[in-house]
């Protein structure tokens, strides 16, 4: 297949996309979403100035840039694309056991000064504090695929006047989620992830979930109350499984240990159980989970198997990040700030969910990575190789212009789309 055909393919990809968004938004919303995602993918780039060339539009840039700076203020733009992408998420990839990882970031600004309700964060990179804003991202998975579908992706300042706490901001993003999937799927969250209001709003819903816990956790275990690490040198391993992560690096195998104890949360009557894991580091990884119903070795094991998706998790947020220049954000008002996040969630969730997982499978998306023409191939997480080609068929496809976006039917399987769009 031409590159030229391959560009126009994925140019209908894009329209049949915007689709989704026509029952919620007006036509001139629409519009904008197109301009802006085009812009973004030809660009990989969140600045205006870099979007608006990415369009070639003939007009001057400034122009451009004014139009799309004034649309980005639009209220509810957020709250509509995070609706959307999580209803259609919720039809086509949330199953019964998919994981839904929440993962709060952070986007540092290194240089900037003026930008609104900059605001002291730990840079997870670095490990430092510094300038810039909070963030939380959701990604469903599979255990067993190597699928990311991106669900959310907010950001916030404990500056800004609406700002009431992170717990709200975390809870924000998981209601929004069950709002359209309901009880299905199993919340995952790292440290940090078992505070009493996050655990009381996942039982009350009622939500299944594996969180990480930290060492002084309390629970409580035949009828006594416990700090979670002094539970753990009790538990008994009784099961054991090695397991290999390819790094950039090299390949680490981890010999592991793992176990559980039956426990409850303080003040509450739910069983839950408390799954300990030996072999990743000096300490014990403590995962408390209502999923396991027995203390059998496939029941925890999927726990365990569960909790290391977070590694594949890591990789996305970090092509979300360097795909997009995500941290080179330089709007000067908040609404357009939490707006652009919206947009780069429509932009990945094109990319990763869209467009198809399967590099071997979808034609489209095999003929979009050859595109890319990267000097490695196709990586394992090969959503970089995607997002390269698409930005190289925009730049030669020349100036967008969106011809219609009529409303995707419900039943729209994405992956279907790759074969018949001409």
């Given at each position: ?39 973004l993918q ?21 122009k ?5 700076s004034?649309?980005?203020k ?32 952070d986007?540092?600004?290194y240089?900037?000064?003026k930008?609104?309700y ?16 909070w ?16 669900l ?9 006047p609406d ?53 002084d ?5 035949r009828?006594k ?21 390819e ?37 014990p ?27 594949r ?28 996040m919206?947009?780069?969630l429509?932009?990945?969730?094109f990319?990763?969910a ?11 998306v ?14 394992d ?25 009529r ?11 790759l074969?018949?769009?001409?």
């Amino acid at each position: 297949m031409k590159d030229t055909q391959i560009a126009f393919k994925t140019r209908a990809q894009l329209e049949q996309f915007l689709g989704i968004f026509s029952p919620r938004f007006s036509k001139p919303a629409v519009k904008f979403l197109g301009d802006m995602l085009y812009g973004l993918q030809a660009a990989k780039d969140v600045k205006l100035s870099c979007i608006g060339r990415g369009l070639a539009e003939d007009i001057a840039l400034k122009k451009t840039e004014e139009r799309l700076s004034n649309n980005l203020k639009r209220e509810g733009l957020a709250e509509g694309v995070f609706q959307t992408i999580a209803q259609h998420a919720a039809q086509h990839h949330i199953q019964n056991d998919t994981l839904l990882v929440i993962d709060p970031s952070d986007i540092r600004k290194y240089y900037a000064e003026k930008m609104p309700y900059l605001a002291k964060i730990r840079d997870g990179s670095e490990k430092e504090l510094g300038n810039g804003y909070w963030a939380c991202a959701a990604i469903a998975c599979e255990r067993a695929s190597h699928r990311l579908v991106p669900l959310h992706l907010r950001l916030w300042s404990q500056n800004a006047p609406d700002f009431t706490s992170e717990n709200d901001e975390i809870l924000a993003v998981i209601h929004a989620i069950r709002a359209e999937a309901g009880t299905r799927g199993i919340y995952m969250l790292d440290r940090g992830g078992d505070r009493g209001i996050l655990l009381d709003t996942l039982l009350d819903n009622p939500l299944r979930f594996i969180i990480r816990l930290v060492g002084d956790r309390h629970l409580v275990w035949r009828g006594k109350t416990l700090a979670a690490e002094d539970l753990a040198a009790r538990c008994p391993m009784r099961y054991k499984e090695v397991i290999h992560r390819e790094t950039e690096e090299s390949q680490k195998v981890y010999e592991l240990e793992y176990g559980a104890m039956e426990v409850t949360l303080p003040k509450r009557a739910e069983a839950l159980r408390l799954v300990v894991v030996r072999g990743f580091g000096e300490k014990p990884l403590m995962l408390l989970t209502n999923t396991a119903q027995t203390d059998s070795r496939k029941s925890l094991w999927q726990v365990v198997e569960g909790y290391m998706t977070r590694w594949r998790v890591e990789d996305a947020i970090r092509f979300i990040k360097q795909s997009y220049r995500l941290e080179d954000i330089r709007l000067m008002e908040y609404t357009r700030l939490k707006n652009m996040m919206a947009v780069v969630l429509a932009a990945v969730y094109f990319v990763a969910a869209w467009l198809g997982e399967g590099v071997r499978q979808a034609i489209l998306v095999r003929n979009i990575t050859r595109v890319s023409k990267r000097l490695f191939g196709v990586p394992d997480f090969h959503y970089y190789a995607l997002a390269d080609g698409l930005s190289r068929l925009f730049v030669r496809c020349g100036r967008w212009c969106l011809r219609q976006a009529r409303a995707a039917p419900p039943d729209a399987h994405p992956e279907l789309n790759l074969y018949d769009s001409g």
